[in-house]
């Protein structure tokens, strides 16, 4: 094979890459209507977190393995069943006083049983290891949930750009942060996306409350706009994409229902940027000691990179 030809073949290989890591849909068919996927149930956040977590702790027991057992506060649990992968809400730190909450949407290939060892395995993308992480780089002080709140992408499709997952998870999120936020009316928010994670919370956007401050994306395919005045938010809105992470040949279309838009990284969507030259690829925005991580972590806290 020439040079030339080799450069072809690794540059396609790549672009596939990027698409199975997060813009291919759960299973469906391409033309199946958008509400073909229900939104999960709405949580009632007005109980005390206390009994929330007793009771979401004993559903969990009664699911069995690899449920069962598992020290932490959880907000939201559903197991996998039928077509849904399942839901988890996990919370680090304290609901009740902070000041300062991060909500994390996680991407393309999680779903309630690999929550906790990681997408193949891999324990550095489990979410519920990247939640500690991140509210131990904050200091404590900022509360961290893990809201794996909707069915994401599954793997290569020929649906591949389709929003439908997105959209039911964003109506799932924007009910979710204002249940948070009418429970914990003393804290501002952070809502911090990884790859489809960032989709979600940019179709959630203009629907949000006022006690959002911050969106955060990284790794992210497209928010489903061109420019951040077209998500319709007054929040901040920042962006990261490693040089590493092949999502950045992920073509910027929104056609018809198909593609996500423009890259919220580049100059032209208008983002404030969050750098990632220490992210090796497209899952490690949230390792501990990359430059991402840290500017993530103080966006989190403070909202803004000081």
């Not at 469906?28 to 073909?36: E, F, K, Q, R």
């Not at 929040?235 to 962006?239: C, D, E, K, L, P």
């Not at 990632?276 to 990359?290: C, I, K, M, N, Q």
């Given at each position: 094979m ?14 596939l ?9 759960a299973a ?9 996927v ?11 977190f ?26 939201l ?12 809400a ?17 991407g ?8 906790w060892?990681g ?5 550095y ?38 929003e ?5 998870g964003a ?6 942060v ?7 009316p ?24 006022p006690?959002?401050t911050?969106?955060v ?15 319709g938010?007054t ?5 990261a ?24 990284a ?8 969050i750098p ?15 430059d ?15």
């Open positions: 020439s040079g030339i030809a080799t450069l072809i073949a690794m540059r396609r290989r790549t672009i890459t990027a698409l199975a890591v997060a813009l291919a849909p469906g068919t391409l033309l199946a209507p958008t509400d073909a229900p939104a999960p149930e709405p949580i009632d956040l007005h109980e005390t206390a009994a929330r977590y007793a009771a979401t702790r004993a559903a969990m027991d009664a699911a069995g393995p690899p449920y069962e057992g598992r020290d932490g506060q959880f907000l649990f559903e197991p996998p069943g039928g077509p849904h992968r399942g839901r988890v996990e919370v680090f730190g304290d609901l009740g006083t902070a000041r300062r909450i991060a909500v994390l949407v996680p393309a290939g999680n779903r309630a049983d690999n929550y060892r997408v193949a395995s891999r324990p993308r489990s979410p519920s290891r990247q939640g500690r992480d991140l509210h131990d780089a904050t200091g404590g002080a900022t509360a961290v949930v893990v809201w794996l709140g909707y069915d994401t992408p599954a793997g290569i499709d020929v649906s591949a750009f389709r439908d997952l997105a959209r039911a109506a799932a999120l924007e009910r979710f204002r249940a948070l936020t009418t429970a914990c003393q804290a501002t928010v952070a809502l911090l996306g990884h790859s489809y994670g960032g989709t979600v919370i940019g179709l959630a956007a203009r629907n949000l409350p006690a959002v911050d969106l994306v990284f790794g992210c395919p497209g928010t489903g706009a061109a420019t951040v005045r077209g998500l938010t929040a901040r809105v920042w962006a994409l490693s040089p590493h992470d092949p999502m950045r040949f992920v073509p910027g279309v929104r056609i018809g229902g198909l593609g996500h838009g423009r890259q919220p580049g100059p032209a969507f208008g983002a404030r940027v990632a030259e220490t992210v090796l690829d497209h899952d490690r925005y949230l390792t501990p000691g990359t991402a991580q840290q500017a993530v972590a103080r966006v989190a806290a403070h909202g803004d990179q000081r």
